[in-house]
C-alpha cells in the first residue's frame, strides 16, 4: 500500500506517492488518476492551522469544521487545501 502526500498551494499543486518505506513511486498533477487501490492513507498540508493545530493530526468532521473557521489566516492556500481535502474524502 501507499501513502499519498499532497501539498495545495494557492497557485501550484505537489502531489506523490510514496511506499510505505518512504520511497517516492510518482508524481502526478493536480490529482490526475491516482491509483485509488494503492492508496492506504492521505497526507495533506494544511497551510496555517492556528493555535488548533501545530502538528501532524489525524483529520475527522471536527477537525475539518475548525479548520474552515480557519481560513482567514492564510486565505489563499487555507481556502484551496480545504477544496482539496474535501475532494480526497470524497474520492478515496
Keep these: 500500500m501507499a501513502i499519498l502526500a499532497v501539498n495545495h498551494g494557492s497557485s501550484s499543486d505537489k502531489i506523490s506517492l510514496f511506499s510505505d518505506k518512504g520511497k517516492r513511486l510518482q508524481d502526478f498533477k493536480k490529482l490526475e488518476e491516482v491509483p485509488k487501490k494503492e492508496v492506504s492513507a492521505i497526507g495533506y498540508r494544511f497551510v496555517h492551522g492556528g493555535n488548533l493545530y501545530q ?17 482567514d489566516l492564510a486565505p489563499l492556500h487555507n481556502t484551496a487545501s480545504l ?8 474520492h478515496f
Design 55 to 71: 502538528s501532524t493530526t489525524k483529520l475527522d468532521r471536527k477537525i475539518l469544521t475548525n479548520l474552515e473557521k480557519l481560513t
Design 83 to 90: 477544496k482539496g481535502i474535501k475532494y480526497c474524502i470524497e
